[in-house]
């Protein structure tokens, strides 16, 4: 099989990189590009082409890539003064008793 070659990839998986580069076009990346990016993408979610040479069903892979998002969370949060964090939650917890209160009527 040639390098490139998408013969073994699934219908679900040719959507999802098909989908992944619709979204990088939409910010302005080259379609070669991007659809560089999707197939990056989709290997590293699934670990390549999941059409297998029997019967039987592909192993489920997860989705490592769309759950990345919460791994860095927390930096801003952490770099700021605890007088800081302190007041926003005061805040924060003011507005949900006064929404509270308009929405209980």
């Known amino acids: 099989m040639p390098r490139g070659d998408k013969s073994k990839y699934s219908d679900k998986q040719e959507r ?3 989908h ?7 910010r302005g990346v080259s379609e070669k590009e991007s659809e560089r990016r999707a197939w990056a993408t ?4 699934d670990g ?6 029997g019967s039987g069903r ?6 490592p ?13 952490a770099s700021r003064s605890a007088a800081s964090r302190s007041e926003s939650a005061k805040k924060a917890a003011a507005t949900r008793k006064r929404n509270a209160e308009h929405h209980a009527h």
Not at 20 to 26: L, N, S
């Open 16 to 18: 999802k990189a098909d």
């Open 20 to 26: 992944i580069a619709a979204g990088f076009e939409k």
């Open 42 to 45: 989709v290997n590293k979610d």
């Open 48 to 53: 390549g082409g999941k059409k297998e040479g």
């Open 58 to 63: 592909g192993k489920h892979t997860g989705h």
């Open 65 to 77: 890539a769309a759950h990345k998002g919460g791994k860095s969370g927390g930096k801003a949060s």
